[in-house]
């Protein structure tokens, strides 16, 4: 009886020790940031040139004439490097692209990439291109890759009415983000792209973090890199610190509340379209009145767009109150003297939250002397694009989960920077 016994203890201990054995391990739920760096080649903005790159990005109706103004530039420019001699200039000579960029590694293989809330594909430029327009980047090649595997039948296609834009075919690749890998990732492999990317040297990709619906993969569209990795995260969550000092970061999974001040005012999306879309609909400039823009107009919340775009009744209220500003038929957009004094601008989200963005930060390029041109222009479509003028003042959290978006106030880097400073000595 006893050895029974005995027998049945030491079944039930293998038997439990077999369960426990069995019982999975918890997924460890993260978070990581990704730092955006200063790219090395920009040279400082072009307004009219930002404009084109806005209107071509999400479909607007292009004047010739804005076409014509920033080729010419372009040219001009190239000849002014090689002080007056014509012939072949260097992509890098008339570089004004993207500010920042942030590594990524695909296949082991490092890219600097534009991290971009207005797009939803993953792609960099292949070893198939030719030399030129491969020249000055960083280029993925799958032959040095050991995790590659073509994702046959499909390609990609981001390409625009007037013929710019990239294509190529695609891959499933491991693509590691700040220490976080997707073993099964598209990535787009550029076969094609055009000028607006070839001279932008500092910028050898994009990553889209819009909607995975909006993804240009065909036949079959792809998962972006954040729907991969959400449910990986503590919190199905990243955000934009795009500081107006210093070079700012993107982080997963978690929202850092050191980064803003007050509370973190969350606005549901309307992602039908793809974009982390909201109601924007009024505004008030200066410490002025509200003011209606039009009933139910939308905007989106774009980092891959440097300009904000907004409905033209605001863009015309806002220059009224600006001395010296006029709608410049020669640089294809709104003017005023580089030394006026800018009013803020306080712009709707969802009729939840009012961002501020401080008149200093509208202040976009100088193109003589004595004009800038504005970080506020008019959209040429019913939808506004608050792109990284509006970033510079605000923290933005973009929740994939209940497809919702968080604004709240930044950190103002440059005081903190002051008072540091006044501290030490």
Sequence with gaps: MRSATLRSVVLFVCLLAAGIESTPTPKTKRSFTVPRVKNRDFTGYDGPTELLKAYRKHDMPIPRSLVDLVEARHKKRSLDSLGGVVGTVSATESSNGVEYVSPVKVGGQTVNVAFDTGSSDLWVFGAQLDATSKEGHDVYDSSKSKSFKALAGNTFNCTYGDGSGVLGDVAMESVSVGGVTVSQQAVGVASFVSDQFVKDTGSSGLMGLAFSSLNRVRPQAQKTFFDNVMDDLAQPVFTADLRRAGDGSYEFGRIDQAKYTGDMTWIPVNSTSGFWQFTSDTFAVDNGPSQKSRDGAQAIADT??????????????????????????????????????LPDLSLDIGGSYIAKVPGADIKFSQYNENMCFGGLQATASKVQIFGDVLFKSQFVAFNGADRSIGFAKAVDNQKKAAKTTRRRR
Aim: charged content about 15%.
């Design 304 to 341: 891959g767009t440097t300009l904000i775009l907004a409905n033209p009744r605001l863009v015309d209220a806002y220059y009224a109150q600006v001395q010296g500003a006029f709608n410049s038929a020669e640089e294809e957009g709104y003017v005023f003297p580089c030394d006026a004094a």
